[in-house]
């Protein structure tokens, strides 16, 4: 730091040129911030307040590092009386500097040599370096930190491990900050990344930017930070953003930020936390192993067949997966009550909200309207827990397999809640949705007719779909008038 001082003000002296001088003040200001980042990261400080205090106090030891300097190339004392003035009160300084303007201003201006500065001019001058550099240290001591943290268990710094955006709706910031407080990355691991380079045609549209930080040396040091980015198209096609920040390096449990990480990555959890070994053998139980294939071969029957031996077995782990081979299997076949059985049978061993919502939706198909509508809400509270499932696909699963089961009219309290959702959005842009885990707009019109239908009049399902007109975009309203136009045809 003194160093770059000393350069600076023997570039001062010899220099000509007032831009020129300009620009190195800068750069004294930018190089001591440098210093005091490195010395605050030495030091462990993860405290952007404690780096910019850091910063102004580098930056005044470098002003005044700097004007012994000059001072001693443009007076002519010896170094000795500088290093004496140096050490002297405030008011000592002041009244040196007021008189060394008096006296030298016009042979030794700091602006170029001959120019008539007056003192006054001098001073203003002088001020503004010293404020310039004092200031700048400042600012790249506190934004100059990588925002790691330092692990004292290892002694090392971290390292961001992922980061990545998330679509979000307009929810606060301090909404988010609650839910992560409350569930960890449970809530994050609900949101869909967004492709790097995505962007709607609407605007302004909100992300979750989310870092994943660890120490690769310690499994148990793991943290996230979170940040709200709002995106703004400007008239000019240009993308501005704004950031607000909800969590920052929040420690999470390690199957909680590994299951994140591989959200992020667009991994499974399962193959994140237990890869498989190069040479292992596969992870599915050996005795399954020829029914799954015939399940993804869509070979049906022969995939029931040969996992319905399993299902009684006492391994908890083969019995849960021959459940689910055979739950799957039976629901391809449209075998609704057996399918039911080995769901509800799945869930015994394995209570989440996804095998919840499969009993239901097989309670629904097999006719069961009243269980399926207790086991609907009964996966709805589950999810509200574990967030394994996006709300939207719950309610369209659900009212999907009524629909299908000859129930429309049962549905109608889940279009209701995706009507709801669709008034609550900016757009109805197809991408928009896609993240959202929405259907497209045009496929939600459609599928809801004949739900509506069920109960209503035609004059009521008109209504019905005009309570949303207000809310929505410039093509969600066409979409929605030619909808209703062809139901008053």
Not at 72 to 82: R, T
Not at 228 to 249: C, E, F, M, Q, Y
Request: hydrophobic share 45%; aromatic share 10%.
């Amino acid at each position: 730091m003194l160093f770059f001082a000393a350069v600076y003000a023997v570039v001062i002296h010899y220099n000509p040129f007032v831009y020129f001088s300009f620009l190195a003040t800068l750069a004294l200001g930018a190089a001591v911030g440098a210093v005091a980042v490195m010395t605050a990261q030495s030091a462990r400080s993860r405290s952007h307040k404690f780096n910019a205090a850091l910063g102004l106090v580098f930056g005044g030891a470098a002003v005044w590092a700097q004007w012994l300097v000059w001072l001693s190339l443009n007076s002519g004392e010896s170094w000795a009386s500088l290093l004496q003035l140096g050490f002297r009160p405030p008011g000592i300084w002041i009244e040196t500097l007021r008189d060394f303007s008096e006296h030298w201003h016009v042979t030794f201006s700091r602006r170029g040599r001959g120019a008539a500065l007056t003192p006054a001019n001098l001073h203003w001058i002088w001020g503004l370096e010293a404020a310039v550099i004092t200031l700048l240290s400042a600012v790249v001591a506190a934004l100059g930190g990588d925002g790691s943290a330092y692990n004292e268990r290892s002694g090392r710094w971290t390292a961001d491990e992922v980061e990545a955006s998330l679509a979000v709706d307009d929810s606060s910031v301090e909404a988010w900050r609650e839910r992560i407080e409350t569930a960890g990355a449970s809530p994050l691991r609900a949101l869909p990344v967004v492709p790097e380079g995505a962007a709607p045609d609407y605007s302004p549209w909100h992300t979750l930017k989310v870092s994943c930080v660890a120490d690769p040396g310690d499994a148990e040091f793991c943290l996230i930070r979170v940040d709200r980015v709002t995106h703004t198209r400007k008239d000019n096609g240009k993308i501005s953003t704004s950031s607000a920040t909800v969590s920052k390096l929040r420690f999470l449990a390690p199957d909680d930020y590994r299951a994140l990480v591989s959200h992020l990555k667009g991994q499974t959890h399962e193959a994140a936390v237990q890869p498989e070994a190069e040479g292992e053998g596969p992870a599915d139980p050996p005795e399954l192993v020829a029914a799954i294939a015939a399940l993804q071969s869509e070979r049906f029957n022969e995939a029931l067949a040969l996992a319905e031996p399993h299902i009684d077995a006492t391994a908890i782990a083969l019995k849960t997966d021959a459940l689910r081979v055979c739950g799957l299997a039976a629901s391809r076949l449209e075998r609704w009550g057996e399918a039911h059985a080995h769901f509800l049978a799945l869930f015994a061993l394995e209570a989440s909200a996804h095998n919840a919502l499969q009993v239901a939706t097989t309670a629904a198909m097999s006719g069961r309207i009243g269980e399926g509508r207790t086991w609907f809400d009964r996966a709805w509270t589950l999810n509200l827990e574990s967030h394994e499932i996006p709300p939207p696909t719950m309610h369209t699963s659900y009212a999907t397999a009524l629909a299908n089961a000859g129930q429309p009219g049962e549905a109608l309290a889940s279009v209701e809640w995706l009507r709801d959702v669709y008034q609550s959005l900016p757009s109805t842009d197809a991408t928009f949705l896609h993240l959202r885990h929405l259907p497209f707009f045009s496929a939600f019109l459609e599928k809801s007719l004949p739900i509506l239908r069920a109960r209503l009049s035609d004059a009521d399902v008109v209504a019905w779909y005009q309570v949303m007109r207000a809310h929505l975009d410039e093509d969600g309203r066409h979409a929605l008038d030619a909808h209703v136009a062809s139901i008053e045809a």
